[in-house]
């Protein structure tokens, strides 16, 4: 691979991850789960070693998502504020992870909207 120049940035994106949850305080929420939609984008260490296609070397994105679903499913929410900040939890021991910006949306709320939703931009200190 020819390099002229750094590497100055590097993330992994999802774009409307979708999946049903138990989300909501309203009564007709609590009857069943809803749609939720995830748009996440991982900001990444840019000295991270060049994986040279090792897999280890990386940061799964399939991990990742596998383990957004398991813990967004895990229990019942009552705000979407809530859902996203136990959300981060998932890249709490990710070394590689310096920032996060995650949206959770409820697409089924509004005739008149597509979604509504709550974003939360999170930095770590490593």
Not at 88 to 101: I, Q
Not at 110 to 121: C, F, L, N
């Amino acid at each position: 691979m020819l390099c002229i120049g750094n590497l100055v940035g590097h993330r992994i994106k999802f774009k409307q991850l979708s999946f049903p949850v138990s989300l909501g305080i309203l009564p007709h929420e609590r009857e069943g789960p809803q749609q939720l939609l995830i748009d996440l984008e991982i900001e990444l260490n840019p000295h991270m070693p060049n994986p040279d296609e090792a897999v280890e070397k990386i940061l799964n994105y399939d991990d990742i998502r596998t383990r957004i679903i398991e813990l967004a499913q895990a229990r019942h929410y009552n705000l979407l504020e809530s859902l996203a900040r136990e959300l981060l939890g998932v890249f709490a021991d990710e070394a590689d992870v310096l920032h996060v910006r995650l949206s959770v949306q409820k697409p089924d709320v509004y005739a008149d909207a597509v979604a509504v939703g709550y974003e939360i931009d999170y930095a770590w200190e490593r």
